[in-house]
C-alpha cells in the first residue's frame, strides 16, 4: 500500500501569514485528497487534486484560501493563506488505494494560527 | 448526498471487555465501500477494517468485526477483547463504488479503555 510522508508535522504561524504544506506519495496516484479536521471535529474533505487539470474544491473551500499544486503523480502541496486563528486545525491528505481498500493517509499537519 | 452518522460522541469501557460503536449511513448507491478508521493521540488514521456493500458476509479482522445490515444501512464495530491501545477516535466512513472518489465520515466516537 502507498505510504505517504507529509510535513510539517506542526507548525504555529502568525495570522495573516501563509504555510505550505507538502504530501510525497511512494507510488504514482491519480487522485490526492485533502482534508481538514478542526479541533474536536472529524474529517472535511477540503479539495481534490488531480495531475495536469484545477483541483476540484468542495462547498465552503476555495482555491485563493487553499491553493493546491499537483505537478506530478507522487507530489501534492497545500497552502493556508491569509491565516487566521479559524484556521487552526490538522490538514491531512490522502490517496486512494484502489478496489475499495481504503485509503492512506499522511501523519498530518497541526496547524495552530496565533 | 451521502451522510454517516455516529450517534456516540464518547464511550468508555474496562479492558478486556467488548465494545460496539454505532454507525449508520444514507445513501441512494447500491454498492459502496464502508470503512473504520482508528485516529489515536498521534493523529495518524489508521484503517481498521472494510466491508463491500455487495457482499453479505461480515467483515472481520482479528479482534475487529462489524455487523453489516445493508437494508438498515447500519454498520457497527464490535472489538472484543479490548486494549488499551484501543484507546482513540474511531471515524465510520463511506465512499461510493465507482472510481477513486472522496470519503464522507461521520462525526466520530471518542473510545477509551481503562485499565
Known amino acids: 500500500s502507498a505510504v505517504i510522508s507529509q510535513k510539517p508535522s506542526r507548525d504555529i504561524c502568525q495570522r495573516g501569514t501563509s504555510l505550505t504544506i507538502q504530501c510525497q506519495v511512494d507510488s504514482q496516484v491519480t487522485m490526492m485528497f485533502w482534508y481538514r479536521q478542526q479541533p474536536g471535529q472529524s474529517l472535511t474533505l477540503i479539495a481534490t487534486?488531480?495531475?495536469?487539470?484545477?483541483?476540484?474544491?468542495e462547498s465552503g473551500f476555495v482555491i485563493d484560501k487553499f491553493p493546491i499544486s499537483r505537478p506530478n503523480l507522487t507530489f501534492s502541496t497545500l497552502t493556508v493563506s491569509n491565516m487566521s486563528p479559524e484556521d487552526s486545525s490538522i490538514y491531512l491528505c490522502?490517496?486512494?488505494?484502489?478496489?475499495?481498500?481504503?485509503?492512506?493517509f499522511g501523519s498530518g499537519t497541526r496547524l495552530t494560527v496565533v | 448526498a451521502q451522510t454517516v452518522t455516529q450517534s456516540q460522541p464518547e464511550m468508555s469501557v474496562q479492558e478486556a471487555e467488548t465494545v460496539t460503536l454505532s454507525c449508520t449511513y444514507d445513501?441512494?448507491?447500491?454498492?459502496?465501500?464502508l470503512f473504520w478508521y482508528k485516529q489515536p493521540p498521534s493523529r495518524q488514521m489508521i484503517l481498521v477494517i472494510r466491508?463491500?456493500?455487495?457482499?453479505?458476509q461480515n467483515a472481520t479482522e482479528n479482534r475487529f468485526s462489524v455487523n453489516f445490515q445493508k437494508a438498515a444501512k447500519s454498520f457497527s464495530l464490535k472489538i472484543s477483547d479490548s486494549q488499551l491501545g484501543d484507546t482513540a477516535m474511531y471515524f465510520c466512513?463511506?465512499?461510493?463504488?465507482?472510481?477513486?472518489?472522496?470519503?464522507?465520515f461521520g462525526q466520530g466516537t471518542r473510545l477509551t479503555i481503562n485499565p
Open positions: 490522502s490517496v486512494d488505494r484502489g478496489q475499495g481498500y481504503g485509503y492512506t
Open positions: 445513501t441512494s448507491e447500491n454498492n459502496y465501500y
Open positions: 487534486a488531480n495531475q495536469g487539470s484545477e483541483a476540484t474544491y
Open positions: 466512513a463511506f465512499t461510493p463504488f465507482q472510481g477513486a472518489q472522496k470519503l464522507v
Open positions: 466491508q463491500e456493500a455487495y457482499k453479505q
